[in-house]
């Protein structure tokens, strides 16, 4: 069966005020839905990516050179891909191309998954679990943004700028999803406001596994005197300072295990970061480690050095919901509840409701054929016309917090 078309429709929608170690998130989150049309016209891959212009410019160059090729032939379709972005300027770093080799894969598998009759993780090799646990994603925030949100709605969650707030905002996320483990999003107050929160959390939820994340925001030296205080408070660090070799010099000196999405993102890095033990645990992206079935390779990888795996994420809406739930039914090693954004964002899907659904804290794995999701054209077509009239095309966390602190220096560490 061969691709017809590929279809790439650019979309926005809104984002609470969450802050991060780079600075706060604008009013629009972007993404990029594909449409991976086959032959008879009757089947549609779904796929969800990056919504930064740089990612869109990639995939356009692509989607004409995609045309007439196997949609199964997946591996085959890599060097398609890099020839076709040959053609960027600038040429696209590694991590670019493997982005768009993921974009792709997952839109063919939905398009295998829909013509066979099979869901995603069959062709991933079976399901090991038939549900999926995911993390409540906590962030400090404000109130609202500094001129509302963008379609006027009123922020539901409220402040979070102190221990308190955070306990709040993670007794709803529980309440309302029954997440079992807390991701705390840090690198945005001094180290110590952020040890006071995780303590907070763990005395307010003693049965809820804790995570900090704070984005390479801390020296060394500060990481080993945080890493000291929270032994035995959290389930893992992440990334508490930028670059493999630092992550090394903090793991030599605590039992804590330390987490990364930043400083292994891609295979050619996992040698050197086994050869310093630097990191106990990866956080697999299927949008940026080459897609699904590289992310159940991830799985073997890290088993075979001993290394933990859980699971990362952005701003996104349902088909990556879905695809990241598909990779985790079919990765045994994925043992951590995996980071997911969606409680900020599902409101405003493009996906049909009913599947994607949250109990104790967990999707069950779509059983439908392909990612078992459905778009919905009419919601597709509201948040790309978002898309068009707000007129951004990249994130930029720090240039959006800068309106409020002109003076604010996202270089890191910072303490
Ligand atoms: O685990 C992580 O590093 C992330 O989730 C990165 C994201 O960009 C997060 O910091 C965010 O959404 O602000
Ligand atoms: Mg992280």
């Known amino acids: 069966m061969r691709i017809r078309e590929l279809i790439i429709t650019p979309v926005a929608f809104p984002d609470p005020p969450l802050l991060n170690s780079s600075g706060v998130h604008e009013p629009l989150a972007l993404r990029t839905v594909l449409r991976l049309v086959l032959d008879d016209d009757a089947i549609v891959g779904l796929g969800e990516s990056s919504g930064d212009v740089r990612h869109l410019d990639l995939l356009r160059l692509v989607a004409p050179r995609l045309v007439g090729h196997d949609v199964f032939a997946t591996t085959a379709l890599r060097t398609v891909v890099d020839a076709a972005v040959n053609d960027a300027l600038p040429a696209p770093t590694a991590r670019e191309r493997t982005a768009v080799h993921s974009a792709i894969e997952v839109a063919c598998l939905d398009a295998q998954g829909r013509l066979t009759g099979r869901p995603v993780y069959d062709l991933l090799g079976g399901a090991v679990r038939t549900t999926i646990p995911y993390s409540a994603y906590l962030f400090y925030k404000w109130a609202d943004h500094p001129d509302g949100a963008y379609d006027g709605t009123p922020d539901p969650w409220g402040e979070a700028l102190d221990a308190d707030g955070m306990v709040t905002q993670a007794r709803r996320m529980i309440d309302e999803y029954g997440f079992g483990s807390l991701k705390l999003k840090g690198g945005v107050f001094p180290p110590d406001v952020e040890i006071a929160t995780a303590r907070a ?8 596994p804790v995570r900090l994340d704070p984005n390479g925001a801390w020296t060394v030296p500060t990481a080993k005197r945080v890493a000291a205080e929270l032994e035995g408070v959290l389930e893992y660090l992440e990334d508490p300072v930028p670059g493999v070799d630092g992550m090394a010099e903090v793991a030599a000196g605590t039992d804590l295990p330390l987490a990364t999405n930043m400083c292994v993102v891609a295979f050619d890095q996992v040698p050197r970061a086994v050869r310093l033990d630097a990191v106990q645990v990866i956080l697999s992206d299927h949008h940026y480690w080459g897609g699904l079935r590289q992310t159940v390779a991830l799985g073997t990888l ?18 990556s919901l879905a695809a990241m739930t598909h990779a985790a039914a079919a990765t045994p090693e994925l043992t951590y509840a995996c980071d997911t954004h969606y409680p900020w964002n599902g409101a405003y899907d493009v996906v049909r409701p009913g599947v994607l659904n949250f109990v104790d804290g967990a999707l069950e794995v779509p059983t439908g054929p392909g990612l078992g999701v459905e778009l919905d054209l009419d919601a597709l077509e509201r948040r790309h016309e978002d898309y068009v009239r707000s007129g951004r095309r990249v994130r930029d966390d720090t240039g959006y917090l800068r309106r409020v602190r002109p003076d604010y220096d996202p270089t890191l560490p910072r303490w």
Not at 201 to 208: E, I, K, M, S
Not at 309 to 314: K, T, V, Y
């Open 201 to 208: 959390l763990r005395a307010a939820f003693p049965d809820h």
């Open 302 to 319: 890290c088993d075979t050095f001993g290394i933990g795996l859980s699971m990362h994420s952005n701003s996104h809406l349902g088909i």
